[in-house]
């Protein structure tokens, strides 16, 4: 199938320019516009679709997005503009159905905190002790899940999607 060829060739190609789109679509056998049409229709899939079609951003709780982003943002290509966009974006898609997707208990956000704890170095509350409650995992402080940030990179990308996300409100 056509799609599935093209997805096959960004996921070998990432971020290609026309020569090598144009090559593709000639060893597809496909003329490079058609190509081209097909990306755009890739593109407007996920940048148009899911629940937050038509949705004002403005109506979603903003440290529920501002958490989404953070979290969604961990499964982007960093070097990308379009990472902070598209992570605000399906956080979006998240709270509409789920208002408290982030921030309610067994949801990603618990996922993200233990996360965030292994790559800092930090047991997580089960290790520490066994026997004790799951600390407190909401936002606090600019943190985005209750842990510590040590990592200057981490902690840079985290403000910069929070300013973002603040802009987008």
């Known amino acids: 199938m056509l799609e599935e060829q093209i997805i096959e060739f960004f996921r070998n190609n990432p971020y290609p320019d026309l020569n090598t789109t144009s090559k593709a679509a000639?060893?597809?056998?496909?003329?490079p516009e058609i190509f081209h049409n097909k990306m755009c229709e890739l593109?407007?899939?996920?940048?148009?679709?899911?629940?937050?079609?038509?949705?004002?951003?403005?109506?979603?709780?903003s440290k529920e997005l501002e958490l989404g982003t953070f979290i969604?943002?961990?499964?982007?290509?960093?070097?990308?503009?379009?990472?902070?966009i598209l992570s605000t974006k399906?956080?979006?898609?998240h709270l509409v159905t789920t208002p408290t997707y982030y921030s309610q208990p067994d949801t990603a956000a618990q996922d993200i905190a233990e996360e965030l704890q292994k790559m800092n170095g930090e047991e997580s509350p089960e290790e520490e002790a066994p026997d004790t409650?799951?600390?407190?995992?909401?936002?606090?402080?600019?943190?985005?899940?209750?842990?510590?940030?040590?990592?200057?990179?981490?902690?840079?990308?985290?403000?910069?999607?929070?300013?973002?996300?603040r802009g987008s409100l």
Request: charged residues 20%; hydrophobic residues 30%; negative net charge.
């Open 43 to 61: 593109i407007s899939c996920i940048v148009c679709g899911g629940n937050s079609a038509g949705v004002d951003i403005a109506t979603i709780d």
């Open 90 to 93: 399906i956080a979006t898609d």
């Open 26 to 31: 000639e060893e597809i056998g496909i003329t």
């Open 72 to 84: 969604e943002y961990e499964h982007m290509d960093k070097s990308s503009q379009f990472a902070p």
């Open 133 to 165: 409650e799951v600390q407190d995992n909401q936002p606090s402080q600019g943190n985005p899940v209750g842990a510590s940030i040590e990592d200057s990179r981490t902690h840079s990308q985290y403000e910069s999607l929070r300013s973002f996300v």
